[in-house]
Structures are given as structure tokens and as C-alpha cells.
């Protein structure tokens, strides 16, 4: 083969520009009921997958649904999308269940994540602490992201920072896990903490 074939010769530059996006993993975590499966499959650009069980009773005793009438199932292992953010990165978005007893698995979902959004519920403020305290302790780079649950906030969010115990650099935001572009921000957020952390 001839060394100036234009064909062989620009192989390895084309090769180079096809090479595939840097996957990323994320977490997508919080209380019970928050909106984190609603949260990935907004998002994600293939069909989610999901692990949704039926709520038992015994779990509707336990779990506080008055919030969320609509809501019939649980996540029972994990919720799992995917979204491409440019052709050099492809976010791999991994979704914790949201029941305390299924609580043993975060630590299996969150290795090797580089962030997580910790999605709450402000008029269940109690129910929020747990996953924000997690992601500290793991010291995971995080964002908190308050789900406007019907277009509203009941606390402002210098009031949740302090109710959550959220520190002075972690993001806290509002989003809607219904729309697919107030994810895409939230996530985006998540993306700089992790490599604001990767370069200190
Ligand atoms: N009005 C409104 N409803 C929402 C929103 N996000 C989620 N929901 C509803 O709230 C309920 C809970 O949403 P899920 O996405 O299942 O919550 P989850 O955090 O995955 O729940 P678990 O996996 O059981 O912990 C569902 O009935 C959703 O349709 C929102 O932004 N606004
Ligand atoms: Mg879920």
C-alpha cells in the first residue's frame, strides 16, 4: 500500500473523530417520592429502564403518599437512563430506589459516580435530610435540586439550605422533574461541581 494513498492516509485522523463519548455516571437520589424516576425518564434518550413495583399497603403505612395520590409504584432497585451531552460526552444516569428500607443499595448505585442530584420535596423536608447527609459523608460532588411539585416551593430556599444542612458551595436549585430541559440544567450543575472538584 502506498504511503500517500488519501484514502489509508487520513484513517487514523478519521478514526480519531469517531472516537466514543467519555461515559460519566450520575446518581439521581433522594427521599421517598421525590420525583427521581420522573426525573430520568424526562431526560433520558433511550426508554428509561425502570424497577417499579406496586406500593403494598404495608408500605403505604409506612411511606407518606399524601403528597403524591397519583403515585402507585415504588422503585425497587434502580432506575437507569442515558443522555449524550455533546459527541464527546455521554452522561450514564443511574436512580436510587427512595424506600429506606431498600437504603442498602445506594452504596452499590453511587460507585463510581462523579456527582449526584439530590432531588427534594419541600413540603417533606424531614424526609429529605437522610440523602443529602449521605452524599456529604461519601464526599461525592452533589447539587440539591428542590422539585417544584405543581409549580410550587413551600420553603425559600435560604430556609431549606439551612433546614437540610446543605453547605455553603453546594448548589441548591428548583427544577421540575417533568421537563426534560429543567433536568438537563440540574444535571449540568452536577457536571461543573464534579469537575470543579476534579480540579482542586
Ligand atoms: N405535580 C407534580 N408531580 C410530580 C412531579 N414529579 C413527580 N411527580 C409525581 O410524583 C410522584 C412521584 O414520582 P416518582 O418519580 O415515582 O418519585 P421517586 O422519587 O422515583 O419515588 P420512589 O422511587 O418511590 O422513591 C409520581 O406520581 C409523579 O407523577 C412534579 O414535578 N410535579
Ligand atoms: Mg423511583
Same mark, same amino acid.
Given at each position: 500500500?502506498?504511503?500517500?494513498?488519501?484514502?489509508?492516509?487520513?484513517?487514523?485522523?478519521?478514526?480519531?473523530?469517531?472516537?466514543?463519548?467519555?461515559?460519566?455516571?450520575?446518581?439521581?437520589?433522594?427521599?421517598?417520592?421525590?420525583?427521581? +424516576?420522573?426525573?430520568?425518564?424526562?431526560?433520558?434518550?433511550?426508554?428509561?429502564?425502570?424497577?417499579?413495583?406496586?406500593?403494598?399497603? *404495608?408500605?403505604?403505612? *409506612?411511606?407518606?403518599?399524601?403528597?403524591?395520590?397519583?403515585?402507585?409504584?415504588?422503585?425497587?432497585?434502580?432506575? =437507569?437512563?442515558?443522555?449524550?451531552?455533546?459527541?464527546?460526552?455521554k452522561?450514564?444516569?443511574?436512580? +436510587?430506589?427512595g424506600?429506606?428500607?431498600?437504603?442498602?443499595?445506594?452504596?452499590?448505585?453511587?460507585?463510581?459516580?462523579?456527582?449526584?442530584?439530590?432531588?427534594?420535596d419541600?413540603?417533606?423536608?424531614?424526609?429529605?435530610?437522610?440523602?443529602?447527609?449521605?452524599?456529604?459523608?461519601?464526599?461525592?460532588? =452533589?447539587?440539591?435540586?428542590? &422539585?417544584? =411539585?405543581?409549580?410550587?416551593?413551600? @420553603?425559600?430556599?435560604?430556609?431549606v439550605?439551612?433546614?437540610?444542612?446543605?453547605?455553603?458551595? *453546594?448548589?441548591?436549585?428548583? =427544577?421540575?422533574?417533568?421537563?426534560?430541559?429543567?433536568?438537563?440544567?440540574?444535571?449540568?450543575?452536577?457536571?461543573?461541581q464534579?469537575? @470543579?472538584?476534579?480540579? &482542586?
Amino acid at each position: 500500500m502506498r504511503p500517500t494513498d488519501p484514502i489509508t492516509a487520513g484513517a487514523p485522523a478519521a478514526q480519531a473523530s469517531v472516537r466514543p463519548p467519555l461515559p460519566v455516571k450520575l446518581v439521581v437520589a433522594g427521599g421517598f417520592g421525590v420525583g427521581k +424516576t420522573t426525573a430520568v425518564g424526562s431526560i433520558s434518550e433511550i426508554e428509561p429502564l425502570t424497577t417499579e413495583a406496586a406500593i403494598t399497603e *404495608v408500605a403505604a403505612g *409506612v411511606d407518606d403518599l399524601s403528597h403524591t395520590p397519583s403515585k402507585t409504584t415504588t422503585t425497587v432497585a434502580m432506575d =437507569f437512563g442515558c443522555l449524550t451531552i455533546d459527541p464527546t460526552l455521554k452522561l450514564y444516569l443511574f436512580g +436510587t430506589p427512595g424506600q429506606e428500607r431498600f437504603g442498602f443499595m445506594w452504596d452499590d448505585i453511587v460507585e463510581g459516580a462523579v456527582g449526584g442530584l439530590v432531588i427534594v420535596d419541600t413540603r417533606r423536608l424531614d424526609d429529605c435530610y437522610a440523602a443529602v447527609d449521605y452524599f456529604e459523608h461519601k464526599q461525592i460532588p =452533589f447539587a440539591v435540586a428542590v &422539585n417544584a =411539585f405543581d409549580g410550587k416551593v413551600e @420553603h425559600d430556599l435560604d430556609e431549606v439550605r439551612w433546614a437540610l444542612d446543605v453547605a455553603d458551595g *453546594v448548589p441548591l436549585l428548583v =427544577f421540575d422533574a417533568r421537563e426534560r430541559g429543567s433536568v438537563r440544567d440540574a444535571l449540568l450543575v452536577v457536571l461543573e461541581q464534579a469537575l @470543579h472538584r476534579a480540579e &482542586n
